[in-house]
């Protein structure tokens, strides 16, 4: 079982849709996530950091955390097509110096 | 504000050749450095991390070696290349404080071996 994992897509949806980019972690450890856009033949993005549970908002984005069932979510509001990329998210451990990535989430949003 | 650059931004290269992948960070100092590989459908891999000039760990044994020589330059290199080798590489750097901190990526190197 890999510690992170996300539904390769691809996820196709219309211009001004709202996102659901979502990834499930096994370790039990990690206590900080990161969520990365990734265009095609560059290198990842950052977009979101976040070190607890709950919910941190940054324009169109949003990034939810809920540590009980291990799940890690990316909410991107009024979608356009520049959107149009592979999210990856990430999960660290307190005092580690490694993340372990999932393999990320292409995403298509259409005119 | 910091800046990182990586260099060449394509490979092509034999098997069996050498490999040497450059990564400087700027505005910054003491960075932690880290090498990742992407590979289709597999995710980043870590390969190297550093904390300090000449302190290089090692996440998965293979046929790559790291350097760092100065203090933010971080160097990838191979004295024979596989066809494995083949992939996208990644040089990313935190603040030295920061272990468990954003993590920042340069723009890749895209190695094909032939």
């Known amino acids: 079982q890999k510690e992170v994992e996300q539904d390769p897509g691809p996820l196709s949806v219309p211009e001004g849709a709202i996102v659901s980019l979502n990834c499930t972690y096994s370790?039990?450890?990690?206590?900080?996530f990161m969520w990365y856009r990734q265009y095609s033949r560059k290198g990842p993005e950052l977009l979101m950091y976040t070190y607890s549970s709950g919910n941190k908002e940054d324009g169109r984005f949003t990034a939810q955390v809920d540590k009980s069932s291990k799940y890690i979510s990316l909410f991107i509001r009024d979608s356009q097509p520049s959107d149009s990329a592979t999210y990856l998210c990430a999960g660290g451990k307190g005092g580690g110096n490694k993340l372990t990535f999932g393999t990320g989430t292409q995403l298509k949003v259409e005119l | 504000s910091q800046t990182i650059h990586q260099w060449p931004a394509t490979l092509v290269q034999p098997v069996g050749s050498p490999l040497s992948l450059e990564c400087t960070v700027e505005?910054?100092?003491?960075?932690?450095l880290y090498w990742y590989r992407q590979a289709a459908g597999r995710g980043l891999q870590l390969l190297f991390y550093?904390?300090?000039?000449?302190?290089i760990s090692s996440e998965v044994p293979q046929n790559l070696s790291a350097s760092r020589p100065q203090d933010r330059q971080f160097i990838l290199s191979s004295k024979k290349l596989l066809l494995s080798d083949s992939g996208f590489y990644l040089c990313?750097?935190?603040?030295?404080?920061?272990?468990?901190?954003?993590?920042?990526f340069g723009e890749g190197s895209r190695l094909t071996v032939l």
């Open positions: 505005g910054t100092s003491n960075p932690n």
């Open positions: 550093s904390v300090g000039i000449g302190q």
């Open positions: 990313a750097w935190r603040e030295w404080t920061e272990v468990t901190g954003e993590l920042f």
């Open positions: 370790n039990s450890a990690f206590q900080y």
